[in-house]
């Protein structure tokens, strides 16, 4: 028998796999393919105190291993989640993570409020790090007095497990990785999408109707595994790594890289199994090099 269990600050994980937010819904869409309880959790699609329509169509493109997607945050609003979606997701035995975005500090910490009264929602990812928005998103990750100002005044209000995470779209991540520690992180998740564009020569027009938009998928991985370990060396906090992790192999690697817990985007998209499928790689990677426990893998680099 292998330990798969995992801590995250005071989150406990059966397992180190989560899905990552805005490729997963509401978990609920995802129920006819797999018992969502066999992850170690969830992260559900952005949200934010108002509600948004998102970017025009296009807003989605693929690029050779990789896809590009500018949806723009796309959602009913903090209140519709409570009232509407939160009493369908109370029932799993999972740890249901929600993603808060907002355009002011104001906004976040207003959603935030919202989320602290749900009961079982252990825990949220602040998403300083949106690059498809105009306003807010991304701008709040890219500088340490930002970042720093959001989370601390999100941490004000709200008592359960604060994540932030972090935008690849940066000169030092470390950086941003430190000032959040300060005032309050619980842990990082890193990365979101990197900055990107693509265009068809053939009709001489961007792919995406907001011309530039985030990738995501295995062209991101090597970048994203610098990131993590990069952040591994600068922060006393958990980190939880994702960007194109597609197997579970990849997702050892994150864990050598120093990374606690990891999520799964884009590879859904490929094979709606994969979560699940890495859970049961891991496990096998770990009985076949005869390591007790996942946690020994963390940072083992
Ligand atoms: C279609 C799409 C929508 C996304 N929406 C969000 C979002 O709402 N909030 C967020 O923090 N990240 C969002 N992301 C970023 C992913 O959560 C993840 O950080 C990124 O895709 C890298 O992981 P991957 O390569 O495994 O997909 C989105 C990604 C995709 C592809």
């Given at each position: 028998?292998?330990?798969?269990?995992?801590?995250?600050?005071?989150?406990?994980?059966?397992?180190?796999?989560?899905?990552?937010?805005?490729?997963?819904?509401?978990?609920?869409?995802?129920?006819?393919?797999?018992?969502?309880?066999?992850?170690?959790?969830?992260?559900?699609?952005?949200t934010?105190?108002?509600?948004?329509?998102?970017?025009?169509?296009?807003?989605?493109?693929?690029?050779?291993?990789?896809?590009?997607?500018?949806?723009?945050?796309?959602?009913?609003?903090?209140?519709?989640?409570?009232?509407?979606?939160?009493?369908?997701?109370?029932?799993?035995?999972?740890?249901?993570?929600?993603?808060?975005?907002?355009?002011?500090?104001?906004?976040?910490?207003?959603?935030?409020?919202?989320?602290?009264?749900?009961?079982?929602?252990?825990?949220?990812?602040?998403?300083?790090?949106?690059?498809?928005?105009?306003?807010g998103?991304?701008?709040?990750?890219?500088?340490?007095?930002?970042?720093?100002?959001?989370?601390?005044?999100v941490?004000?209000?709200?008592?359960?497990?604060?994540?932030?995470?972090?935008?690849?779209?940066?000169?030092?991540?470390?950086?941003?990785?430190?000032a959040?520690?300060?005032?309050?992180?619980?842990?990082?998740?890193?990365?979101?999408?990197?900055?990107a564009?693509?265009?068809?020569?053939?009709?001489?027009?961007?792919?995406?109707?907001?011309?530039t938009?985030?990738?995501?998928?295995?062209?991101?991985?090597?970048?994203?595994?610098?990131?993590?370990?990069?952040?591994?060396?600068?922060?006393?906090?958990?980190?939880?790594?994702?960007?194109?992790?597609?197997?579970?192999?990849?997702?050892?690697?994150?864990?050598?890289?120093?990374?606690?817990?990891?999520?799964?985007?884009?590879?859904?998209?490929?094979?709606?199994?994969?979560?699940?499928?890495?859970?049961?790689?891991?496990?096998?990677?770990?009985?076949?090099?005869?390591?007790?426990?996942?946690?020994?893998l963390?940072?083992?680099?």
């Amino acid at each position: 028998m292998v330990d798969l269990g995992v801590k995250i600050g005071n989150l406990d994980l059966k397992n180190p796999v989560m899905t990552a937010s805005g490729t997963f819904g509401y978990g609920l869409e995802f129920e006819d393919f797999f018992d969502l309880n066999r992850l170690g959790g969830f992260v559900v699609k952005g949200t934010t105190l108002h509600a948004r329509q998102g970017n025009p169509y296009p807003r989605s493109a693929e690029t050779p291993s990789g896809m590009l997607n500018a949806v723009g945050l796309q959602n009913r609003g903090v209140k519709y989640f409570a009232e509407y979606i939160y009493p369908k997701l109370e029932k799993f035995q999972t740890n249901v993570l929600v993603n808060v975005s907002g355009s002011t500090v104001e906004e976040y910490v207003e959603c935030a409020e919202v989320i602290n009264e749900l009961e079982h929602i252990p825990g949220i990812e602040l998403n300083i790090s949106c690059p498809n928005v105009k306003e807010g998103g991304m701008t709040f990750g890219t500088s340490c007095p930002s970042a720093e100002a959001v989370v601390r005044e999100v941490r004000k209000v709200y008592d359960k497990h604060l994540m932030v995470k972090l935008s690849p779209n940066v000169t030092s991540i470390e950086e941003i990785a430190r000032a959040v520690e300060n005032v309050g992180a619980d842990s990082v998740s890193l990365i979101n999408t990197l900055l990107a564009m693509a265009i068809d020569a053939e009709s001489r027009k961007p792919l995406l109707s907001t011309i530039t938009g985030g990738l995501s998928g295995p062209a991101v991985k090597p970048v994203a595994l610098r990131m993590v370990w990069q952040v591994a060396q600068a922060v006393k906090i958990p980190i939880v790594g994702m960007g194109g992790i597609m197997n579970a192999a990849d997702a050892v690697e994150f864990m050598l890289a120093g990374a606690s817990a990891i999520q799964v985007g884009t590879a859904g998209f490929v094979d709606p199994l994969a979560p699940v499928k890495i859970v049961e790689g891991i496990e096998d990677y770990l009985k076949r090099h005869k390591i007790e426990s996942v946690t020994d893998l963390v940072g083992s680099l």
